[in-house]
Structure formats: C-alpha cells, structure tokens
C-alpha cells in the first residue's frame, strides 16, 4: 500500500508545479528547477554541505533521483569530492582520469528545518522568474499608459497591480494633492522599466509631460493618426501645463482639434490630470514667433534674440508684465522649458531706460577714448558704433558722410582711436607675457591679446593647454540646478565666440599638438583613394574590353 502513496505524493510534486507556474505566469520547467535547487540544498544538509550533491525530478513520474558527485583524480584531496582512479574503474570499468562519477544516494525524509530551508529557495527562484518575466513583457512597453487597480499605499508610494505585473507611483510622481485607497482604478504612464533587486521594476508617473502628451493622443484621433503631432510639453504637475502642436494638414487647425467640441478633447484631459489648466499652443519653426505663442495669453511688443547662448529678451507693455511672468514665475517658466530657450522678461519702460544707460555709455566711451565732445560721441553712437574698434577699422566713407563730419574729422577719428587701440594692445602684451602665455598661442589667427591674457588667468597657457579644453569651456555652458537653469561662464565666453569657432580652435591645437590627424588631411586621402579605385575599375573595364576583342 506504500507504492501508490508515494507514487501519488510525486504525481503532487508535479502537479504543484504545474498550478504555481500557471499562477504567475512562468514556465513550469524554471517551477521544477527551483525544487531541485530546494531538494538539492535540503540534501546537503543531511549529507554534509562539502559534499556535490544534484537533485533531478522525473518530469513523467515525480521521481526524485539524489546523487553525489565525485571527480576521478590521480590524488585525492578531499574526499568528499574526489576518487581515485583504482575506485572508480572499481565501479565503472571506463573511468578515465578527468571523469565525474555519480554515485546514487538513498532517498530521504525532509525534516522541519530542511522543509522550511527548501520553501525558501522555491519561494525566492519562483520570485526571480516572475521579475525576470515582468522585465521582459514590459521592457518594451516604455513610454505607454497603463491601467491597474490600487494594491496599497505606502508611504505615499502606490503599488498598482497591472493584472500580469506589480507597479509603483513613487509619492513624487503622484499629482499634488492627490490621493490613493485600495481598488481605486488609475492610468500612469511607464516611465522605466530595470532590473532591481527587491521591489518592483515597473516605474509609472502621473506627473510626466508625456502623459499628457499620451493622454492627448487618447482623446484626439488626429493625434493617433499622425496628423498632429506634439512637438514640446511642459507642466507644473497638478496646476498649469503648456503644449505645443503642429499640424500636417493644412485644413486642420491643431489647437482647435486639441480642445474639441466646445472644450470636449482638452477637459477629458484636465479631468484625468486633477483640474490641471492647459494652455494649448501652435508649434512654429520661428523660435521668435513660437516664444510668443509661448507666452500666451500675455501680449509681446518685441524680442530680441541671441541665438549663441539660446535666449531671448521679451519686451512686454507694462500692464502685461505679471501676466507674461505669470504666478510665481509659473507662465514664464513653462514657455521657458516649452521652447528650450532662457527668457527675460522686461517692461518698455524698462527697456527704454536700459537703451538709454547703453547710450550714455557708448557715448562716454567715445568721449574718453578720442578725446571728442558729448556731439560727436553722440553723432557715433545714433550712427551705430558701438565699439572703438568699428570707428578704427571702418571705411573712412562710412565716417566721412555722418551729418556734420568732413573726410579730415573722420580721418582724425580713425587715427586716435587706432592710437588708443594700440597703446591698451601694449598693455595686453607686456600682461600675456607676465601670465606666461607662448608666443605659439600668441600666433594663432583670430585670438585678441584681449582674450590670451583671458586665456592665461584661467590657466590655457600654451597649446598644449588649449588642445586640452573642451568647448565648453571656451563658450560656457547651460546647467540645472535645483530646477533652475544656471550659466556657468566660458574663458572666451565674453568676446563673443561661437561653438563652431571654439571647436576649431580646439581641434586646431590638437592636430598641431599631435593627438589626432588632421581631418582635412584624411578628407583628402580619401578622396585620392576614391579616385585611384575608380581608375582602376576604369582600366580593369578597359582590359576586358581589349580582350573582348
């Protein structure tokens, strides 16, 4: 009567198997390798931890085959592991020295602690496989919405059950004052997917830009169909979101489509999103026009661009200066990270008064530097002079026709600004020199004295030490901070520099430093080489046809 009890005890161990493998959707083979893994521990455990014991289930009747493992070796070290090679021929006549004999052992009986040991490895391999399932089924699926239920909230975290997969909303990723119970059903966009040791691996936001932009392409089928796209989101999650969208079609108005009938598309959206108000914009090419858009539903009077370090000046009518900046800086700070430009928002007033301090300046400069009176300064500055250097090395006739001036006036001009020029040239050189800065540095075409001795107070001393700058470090650089955009300054930031200008520099002093070939060199190689092949593919086509003949 014992054979059928055992016999139905392995047929349990299989169909164990089976049920666990179907409830978290994982192969029923990775179910029985975690068994024998716990039978295998279990076994070490009663016969000795040093000895290399496996553990194999019959996949058609349950059975379980236990045996040791022993490697044939001339010299036994340990014997626990190793066997001569007189014994093992002992049981099996074609032993070689290298084999491995398995030795079968009897079957045992778990015992309390062995049982609980081997519920541990099973449990933990089974938990392995449902996360490594998890990761592959949702890998690929960044970037979508997904729809689970509550599972529980723990501090301020949502764990969301996805049906075939486990989730979190970590709490900064949960709308402000929005809150979670048990059941509640909610949509999140998949953010991440990894491996992680504990935890879940599914990572899901509510406050993303992208779910909105998902939630958009939800709502309005021309979205979904590609016909309008969304070219930039910005949001201030749970209050205010920005989103720009253009049209493929001409007969379609984007914004239009994106609100809906009488506001039907955008306020499923701010419903979702918790009352969130969007300001739906059109995309445009023109980043002076699309900055405007931005700044909706503030009136722009002019901008002006600086297209180097990516910012715009906005001047604005004094009324609608703290609606362009918004709540705490709310609507400029999105139509900021809508655009991927720096805006600086100034009243006419405001900008009146700054073009009248730059006036005063450049008129002082002139009256300094060439000894003229406040008239002539002024005569230069409404002409558009804004620097010593356009009066020295302007055509005379440019000077020469200003109202008021006669060939011999700006003759004199041109001479004492060239003196002054070359007398502050002599103080820049004798300060190159006491910095150390190489006269090879000094030769490079393009770089003022003003910007080698700006180079050698920030340590570029030779062209060794500019072939070891990046550009970066030239033009400077845009960084954030806190949420905040930060400028950190460039050496060569203040003259003006472009980035195509400072990487050719750079990469000038490394071809002559000899780190790399010059690339206009190997450009030309290749060409020669292109042109030799095509030769000889001439003169192969040539010999063929001679001999064709």
């Known amino acids: 009567m014992a054979t059928p009890a055992v016999s139905a005890n392995r047929l349990e161990l299989l169909q164990i198997a089976d049920a666990v493998a179907r409830e978290k959707s994982i192969d029923k083979q990775i179910v029985v390798a975690a068994l024998e893994d716990a039978i295998q521990k279990a076994a070490r455990s009663r016969y000795g931890v040093e000895n290399d014991i496996s553990a194999k289930i019959d996949p058609q009747t349950g059975e379980i085959h236990l045996a040791r493992h022993l490697h044939v070796v001339e010299v036994v070290e340990n014997e626990a592991t190793d066997i001569t090679l007189e014994e093992a021929q002992g049981r099996n006549a074609s032993a070689q020295i290298g084999d491995i004999i398995a030795e079968p052992l009897p079957p045992m009986d778990f015992g309390r602690i062995a049982a609980q040991s081997a519920k541990q490895v099973i449990v933990q391999k089974v938990r392995d496989a449902e996360r490594e399932r998890q990761h592959e089924e949702y890998k690929d699926r960044v970037g979508e919405i997904a729809h689970g239920i509550v599972k529980r909230v723990e501090y301020g975290n949502v764990i969301v059950d996805l049906s075939r997969a486990e989730a979190i909303i970590r709490r900064d990723e949960v709308l402000p004052r929005e809150s979670f119970r048990n059941g509640d059903r909610v949509r999140a966009y998949i953010y991440d997917v990894r491996r992680e ?193 356009e009066v020295a090395y302007v055509e005379l006739d440019e000077l020469s026709t200003i109202e008021g001036f006669d060939e011999e006036t700006a003759q004199e001009l041109q001479t004492r600004a060239r003196e002054h020029i070359e007398a502050i040239n002599a103080k820049l050189e004798a300060r190159r020199v006491e910095l150390g800065v190489s006269d090879d540095l000094a030769a490079i075409e393009g770089i003022s004295p003003q910007m080698l001795v700006a180079m050698g107070e920030e340590g570029v001393k030779s062209v060794e030490d500019l072939a070891g700058c990046a550009t970066d470090d030239l033009c400077g650089y845009w960084e954030t901070v806190d949420g905040e955009r930060k400028r950190e300054p460039g050496i060569l930031e203040e003259f003006g520099i472009t980035p195509e200008e400072a990487n050719d520099l750079i990469m000038w002093a490394r071809v002559t430093e000899g780190w790399i070939e010059d690339p206009a060199e190997l450009e030309e190689d290749e060409a020669e080489d292109e042109d030799e092949d095509s030769e000889d593919g001439q003169d192969g086509k040539e010999s063929e046809g001679e001999s064709d003949v």
């Open 197 to 389: 040791v504990r935890g879940p691996q599914i990572f899901l936001s509510r406050t993303h830009p992208q779910f909105m932009a998902r939630l958009f392409a939800q709502e309005v089928p021309e979205i979904y169909d590609g016909i309008i796209e969304i070219r930039a989101v910005a949001r201030d999650p749970g209050s205010r979101a920005k989103i720009a969208v253009i049209s493929n079609d001409s007969s379609i108005d984007p914004v239009g489509a994106c609100v809906g009938m009488r506001g039907s598309r955008v306020q499923a959206v701010v419903q979702e999103l918790q009352g969130e108000r969007i300001d739906i914009i059109p995309w445009s090419m023109d980043p002076a026009t699309f900055i405007v858009n931005a700044l909706a539903p503030a009136e722009v009077a002019k901008v002006v661009l600086d297209e180097d370090a990516q910012r715009i000046e906005v001047v604005v009518p004094d009324e609608q200066l703290s609606l362009a900046i918004g709540r705490r800086g709310q609507n400029v700070r999105l139509a900021s990270q809508l655009t991927g430009w720096q805006i600086d928002i100034l009243t006419e007033d405001q900008e009146s008064e700054r073009r009248q301090e730059e006036f005063r300046q450049r008129t002082e400069l002139f009256m300094e530097t060439l000894d003229v009176d406040e008239v002539v300064a002024q005569l230069l500055v409404s002409e558009g002079f804004t620097d010593l250097e």
